[in-house]
T-cell receptor, first 113, second 113 residues
């Protein structure tokens, strides 16, 4: 059974710091991996999607890497800002399993001004 | 605005009530999903509809009844719920359900008394 773990559960950093969020999964037979952002009481916003054949994806200050063989992904946030404060969720998709994303519990990030 | 609209934003109901959650997507997508997010648990997939046909029911109790009259609208009918059903219910859509990017609504926060 696929399990997704995110460490740390919570993280507080001063503004301007570069930071890394970690995601690990137990079954390497994934179709893709997505990173989402969730603001309190809100839905999820997809940040980056990495196909299983890819190693990384970048969008602005965000960079996500994928090492399928070791079952790990990282989300790197450069020059963090207070507006980055949110919960970041990692999810993997099995091949042939429509919409069945397996989510981690998330990392709650707080960026202090 | 993500293009996926959910109503109501908040709902309080008793265990004997019948209520419905509504989701509408304005993105021209063909696949729609219901997810459940409970406190301190990862998001869980409930139902998947692709071109109005239900393609997945993730062992959801029958007190939750989905309806998809067309590709743009999705309902979740609720009856005789339990307090443990209190959660954030999220609707999502994607182009055609082949594990590509999902777009989420803001959710309905449900409290069952």
């Amino acid at each position: 059974k696929q399990e997704v773990t995110q460490i740390p559960a919570a993280l507080s950093v001063p503004e301007g710091e570069n930071l890394v969020l970690n995601c690990s999964f137990t079954d390497s037979a994934i179709y893709n991996l997505q990173w989402f952002r969730q603001d309190p009481g809100k839905g999820l916003t997809s940040l980056l999607l990495i196909q299983s054949s890819q190693r990384e994806q970048t969008s602005g200050r965000l960079n996500a890497s994928l090492d399928k063989s070791s079952g790990r992904s990282t989300l790197y946030i450069a020059a963090s800002q207070p507006g980055d404060s949110a919960t970041y969720l990692c999810a993997v998709t099995r091949g042939g399993s429509q919409g069945n994303l397996i989510f981690g519990k998330g990392t709650k990030l707080s960026v202090k001004p | 605005e993500t293009g996926v609209t959910q109503t109501p934003r908040h709902l309080v109901m008793g265990m004997t009530n019948k209520k419905s959650l509504k989701c509408e997507q304005h993105l021209g997508h063909n696949a729609m999903y219901w997810y459940k997010q409970s406190a301190k648990k990862p998001l869980e997939l409930m139902f998947v509809y692709n071109f109005k046909e239900q393609t997945e029911n993730n062992s959801v109790p029958s007190r939750f009844s989905p309806e998809c009259p067309n590709s743009s609208h999705l309902f979740l009918h609720l009856h005789t719920l339990q307090p443990e059903d209190s959660a954030l219910y999220l609707c999502a859509s994607s182009q055609d359900g082949t594990n590509e990017k999902l777009f989420f609504g803001s959710g309905t926060q449900l409290s069952v008394l």
